[in-house]
C-alpha cells in the first residue's frame, strides 16, 4: 500500500470529491446526501467541505480518495467529539480507513486537550465500517436503536468510543 | 405547544398524580427542588440562589419548551419532566429528563410520571420513534425508574458528558414507539 496521508480539501480536488461522493455503495452506507447534480455536490464542497476546520481529504501517493471528519462537542458535550468517514469504494478492504482513523484520532487528542472522548456510530448492518472502528482501537459501548435517519430510514446504530486513556494500538 | 391538557393518572394509587405546564406563579414550588442540591447534583447545574433566577428560567426556558411539564401532587408542582426534540436526521429521538423534590423521593412517583409521558409523547409527536434517557453510572435510583418504566438499558457511554467540570460515564437507556410499556 502506498503512503496514507490526511491534508485539507482545496477547490480544485472537486472531481475527484464527486468521483466518490456519487458512488452508490458509499451513499448506501453512509450519512452522504445524495447530490442531485454536480452544482449540489460542489456546492456542499464548497460550503461545508472545505471551511470546515476539521475535514480531512484522505490521501494515497497525495490523491484524495475518500474523507474523515472530527466534530467537537460544546457545553456539557465539550469533552467529546464525533468522527465520520467515506472512502471511494475501489480502495476498500485494505486498511486504507483504519489508518486514517488512528492519524486523526492521534492528532485530535494532541491538538484538542478538552477531548477525553472520540466516538463514532455505524450503522448496524455496516460491518465493513464497524471492523474499522475496532481496528482503530475504539470499544464498541452498545447499540441504539432507532437512533437516527439514514437514507430516509430509522437506522438501529452500534455506538463506539475511544478515550485519550485508551491504549494505543500500534501504528502501522 | 400542543396538547397542554393536563395527563392525569388513572389508578388510585396515584389519584392525585398529575403532569401540567409550569407557570410563573409556581416558582416558590420551583425553588424548593431548584434550590435542594441533593435534587441537583446529577444535574449539570447548580442549585438556585435566588428567585429572580428561577424566574428567568420559566420565562427562557420553560415556557418556549418544546415539551415541559411539571410533576404535580393535588396539582401543586414538586418535579418536573421534560422531552427534548431535535431536527433533520435526529428528529426520530428525543431526550428525556426529569427531576423531583428530594423528600419525595422512593414512591415511585418519577416512575409513574415517565410512564405517563411514554403513554402521550408518541401520540402527541408522531415523528417520534425513540425516547432516550443518558443516567450517570453511579445514579442508581434513576436507572432504576427507567427500568421499572420499561425502558431498555442499551449501554455506558464513556466519558459522555461533562458534570460539574469532570467527565462522565453515562448509562443510556431508549423506550421506542413499539416497544411494549408496563402498566400504569
Not at chain 1, 476539521?54 to 456539557?76: N, Q, T, V
Not at chain 2, 392525585?16 to 407557570?23: E, I, T, V, Y
Request: some cysteine; proline content about 4%.
Amino acid at each position: 500500500m502506498g503512503e496514507i496521508t490526511l491534508r485539507p480539501y482545496e477547490v480544485s480536488d472537486i472531481d475527484e470529491f464527486l468521483e466518490w461522493a456519487s458512488d452508490e455503495e458509499v451513499i448506501r452506507l453512509s450519512r452522504l446526501e445524495r447530490f442531485n447534480s454536480r452544482e449540489d455536490a460542489l456546492c456542499y464542497f464548497k460550503e461545508v467541505v472545505i471551511p470546515h476546520p476539521c475535514y480531512r481529504a484522505i490521501c494515497l501517493d497525495g490523491r484524495p480518495i475518500g474523507f474523515i471528519f472530527f466534530e467537537p462537542g460544546s457545553g456539557k458535550t465539550k469533552c467529546r467529539g464525533l468522527i465520520g468517514y467515506a472512502l471511494g469504494a475501489k480502495y476498500w478492504g485494505q486498511g486504507i480507513t483504519t489508518k486514517a482513523v488512528k492519524i486523526l484520532t492521534s492528532a485530535v487528542f494532541k491538538e484538542f486537550p478538552e477531548i477525553e472522548r472520540v466516538e463514532a456510530f455505524v450503522d448496524v448492518e455496516n460491518k465493513a465500517s464497524a471492523r474499522v472502528l475496532e481496528k482503530a482501537g475504539f470499544q464498541k459501548e452498545g447499540i441504539l436503536r432507532k437512533w437516527i435517519v439514514l437514507n430516509g430510514k430509522t437506522t438501529d446504530v452500534s455506538m463506539f468510543g475511544l478515550l485519550s486513556t485508551d491504549p494505543v494500538v500500534g501504528t502501522n | 405547544m400542543e396538547g397542554t391538557s393536563p395527563v392525569e393518572s388513572s389508578k388510585n394509587e396515584y389519584s392525585n398524580l398529575s403532569l401540567r405546564p409550569l407557570d410563573v406563579s409556581d416558582i416558590d414550588d420551583f425553588m424548593v427542588w431548584a434550590t435542594d442540591e441533593k435534587v441537583t447534583r446529577f444535574c449539570t447545574w447548580e442549585p438556585y440562589t435566588n428567585k429572580e433566577d428561577g424566574l428567568n428560567f420559566i420565562k427562557n426556558t420553560v415556557l418556549p419548551h418544546p415539551w415541559f411539564r411539571a410533576i404535580c401532587l393535588d396539582n401543586r408542582p414538586i418535579g418536573a419532566i421534560s422531552v427534548t426534540s431535535n431536527s433533520g436526521n435526529d428528529r426520530c429521538r428525543g431526550e428525556l429528563g426529569y427531576v423531583l423534590a428530594s423528600n419525595y423521593w422512593g414512591k415511585g412517583i418519577v416512575t409513574r410520571a415517565v410512564k405517563m409521558v411514554a403513554d402521550t409523547i408518541f401520540e402527541e409527536w408522531p415523528h417520534l420513534e425513540r425516547l432516550e434517557a443518558l443516567v450517570d453510572v453511579e445514579n442508581v435510583g434513576s436507572q432504576k425508574v427507567l427500568e421499572k418504566a420499561g425502558f431498555s438499558r442499551e449501554g455506558v457511554l464513556r466519558k459522555y458528558c461533562v458534570l460539574k467540570g469532570k467527565s462522565r460515564d453515562m448509562v443510556m437507556f431508549s423506550l421506542l414507539s413499539i416497544d411494549p410499556r408496563p402498566q400504569i
